[in-house]
């Protein structure tokens, strides 16, 4: 994609803009989510409609990949009961569903590579042999 | 044992272990050698010995042999190292090590010793026996030889106390590289290609017992004297027959002849050579001369 405003002819990938763009979706979702345990921590019963529309919008995202990865019945009734609960506002979210929901788009987020950092492969150096079987040597 | 870590080898673990994984190698009918490199009085034979004998160890083997007559499994110079490699494969060793022992101050040694190495692995793969090299620096090594994946472990010593060395491991990746600095580098700043290069491991090794201590000095003065004997010859500037006829283009017995006839003696004789002076050379010079001119 070629930045105009910018006077620039080098495109960044769409990879990159929509991997960018889910960053800043899983920040506001983690500032939400923090707001909201401040608010059940202080005993008051909070609102849960930003923090669902939050997370839906990030579900969103994420729901080509997860109806291609999960494809059990089970897996698949669940999912549709999760979305109908954050978009239809059909029951409120257990805490515990809301921990769920979002360890699973952190879960999903690093397999997709987008927020893992330890990309580094390890091996063991000291053996010579593996260390230039890792370089390409036979 | 004090000369013996508690593992029961003269070097820690890290060389240990890759040890093991090259003799596996060699086993399968992989080319392998493996490298010692370091400056003069390092230990490279020594640590190169230590290696063998936990090699022998382990094929139930005795330790090395370093008497300076009868020595299978160290290679004294490029002469002896096809004779040994073929005693190892006719005694069972798995090992054997070629050290350089003054070899490289002939001219011509690293062309052939490169040329008997490829010649070497290219011949005596099947032979399933572990090359170890022992040399001042392993850049001389041909590029033929790591295209062809045969050095596999860079063991490089740095230092060496009264007690104790220590060495650096480097992989065939981190060899390249290091050979890639060496290039790159001009004479003075040569040495900082290791400091370039992240080693593999480190580890230290122990010295020899004193008595293999003696035992190897002695082999290794053995192998020393001889190119001592030769540089010496060189040095006084003496002629050999051989030497005489190639200088004066004629046959080997033609001066063997004209020797006699003269009844020259000759100045020394080192190992059944008669070496002759510069002026044995004149004389016969001129003696041919005349003949050319009588007839």
């Known amino acids: ?138 | 044992m004090g000369y013996l870590y508690e593992y029961g080898t003269a070097f820690t673990k890290s060389l240990k272990k890759n040890i093991d994984i090259q003799l596996e190698r060699v086993e399968n009918k992989r080319a392998s050698m493996i490298v010692i490199d370091g400056a003069v009085g390092t230990g490279k034979t020594t640590l190169a010995v230590e290696i063998m004998d936990y090699i022998n160890s382990k094929t139930g083997k005795d330790k090395v042999i370093l008497n300076p007559k009868e020595h299978p499994q160290i290679a004294l110079g490029g002469k002896e190292f096809i004779g040994c490699f073929n005693k190892c494969y006719k005694e069972g060793y798995k090992v054997l090590t070629y050290d350089e022992g003054g070899d490289f101050s002939k001219r011509g040694a690293i062309t052939k010793l490169n040329r008997t190495l490829n010649r070497a692995f290219e011949t005596y793969r099947g032979f399933k026996i572990l090359v170890i090299i022992c040399l001042p620096n392993f850049s001389i090594l041909d590029s033929l030889l790591f295209e062809n994946e045969i050095p596999r472990l860079l063991v490089h010593i740095t230092d060496r106390s009264k007690y104790q060395g220590e060495y650096f491991l480097y992989s065939l990746s981190q060899m390249n590289w290091l050979r890639y600095w060496f290039n790159k580098l001009n004479v003075a700043t040569r040495k900082k290609a290791f400091s370039y290069v992240l080693p593999n491991a480190k580890g230290h090794f122990k010295n020899l017992p004193p008595m293999r201590e003696k035992e190897l000095d002695k082999l290794s003065t053995a192998g020393k004297s001889k190119v001592w004997k030769e540089t010496e010859i060189q040095l006084e500037g003496l002629y050999s027959y051989k030497e005489l006829a190639k200088a004066l283009n004629i046959t080997h017995q033609h001066v063997r002849t004209k020797v006699n006839k003269l009844k020259i003696k000759h100045v020394r004789m080192i190992d059944r050579v008669k070496y002759f002076d510069k002026s044995v050379f004149d004389k016969l010079n001129d003696t041919l001369r005349k003949d050319k001119n009588t007839r």
């Open chain 1, 1 to 138: 994609m070629v930045n105009f405003e910018n006077e620039t002819t080098v495109s960044t990938p769409a990879g990159d803009i929509v991997k960018i763009l889910w960053l800043q979706k899983r920040e506001d979702l983690h500032n939400e989510l923090e707001k909201y345990n401040k608010l059940k921590a202080l005993s008051t019963e909070p609102e849960q409609a930003v923090l669902k529309s939050k997370i839906g919008s990030l579900l969103i995202e994420l729901l080509p990949y997860l109806e291609r990865k999960q494809t059990t019945p089970e897996q698949k009734e669940k999912r549709e009961s999760q979305i109908k609960k954050i978009f239809f506002n059909e029951d409120e979210l257990e805490p515990s569903e809301i921990l769920d929901i979002v360890l699973e788009i952190n879960k999903i987020l690093d397999e997709l590579r987008v927020t893992r950092i330890d990309t580094r492969v390890r091996y063991d150096r000291s053996n010579v042999e593996e260390d230039n079987r890792r370089q390409g040597y036979s």
